[in-house]
């Protein structure tokens, strides 16, 4: 079992920056690609973006390049996504999820563990 608590969300203002953790406890974190994902209401679950095992490969949706960064600290065992410029289509709440396989990051369905969600709010 791997646990996810996610933190960090809030209200910001167009063009505002946040950033979410994730700390990971239970199984060794270096074993685990990760990545994040958001749910806005009423539409599907979608990702956002993800991060190798070691870190040294990050990938990231279209819609976001350029403004967010996902990083990790293996020795911390905590995932992180930087948000900058963010817009109100960004509003949504935020998972961090654990994939074993290190294979299919794009997929919700290569993911075996999920945080409880932090809710990312943009609006003046």
């Known amino acids: 079992q791997v646990q996810l608590v996610e933190s960090g969300g809030g209200l910001v203002r167009p063009g505002g920056s946040l950033r979410l953790s994730c700390a990971a406890s239970?199984?060794?974190?270096?074993?685990?690609?990760m990545g994040w994902f958001r749910q806005a209401p009423g539409k599907e679950r979608e990702f956002v973006a993800a991060?190798?095992?070691?870190?040294?490969?990050?990938y990231a949706t279209d819609s976001v390049k350029g403004r967010f960064t996902i990083s990790r600290d293996n020795a911390k065992n905590t995932v992180y996504l930087r948000m900058n410029s963010l817009k109100p289509e960004d509003t949504a709440v935020y998972y961090c999820?654990?994939?074993?396989?290190?294979?299919?990051?794009?997929?919700?369905?290569?993911?075996?563990?999920w945080g409880q969600g932090t809710q990312v709010t943009v609006s003046s």
């Open positions: 999820a654990a994939n074993p396989i290190n294979l299919r990051l794009g997929s919700t369905t290569s993911y075996d563990y």
């Open positions: 991060i190798s095992r070691t870190g040294t490969s990050t």
């Open positions: 239970g199984r060794t974190f270096i074993n685990y690609a």
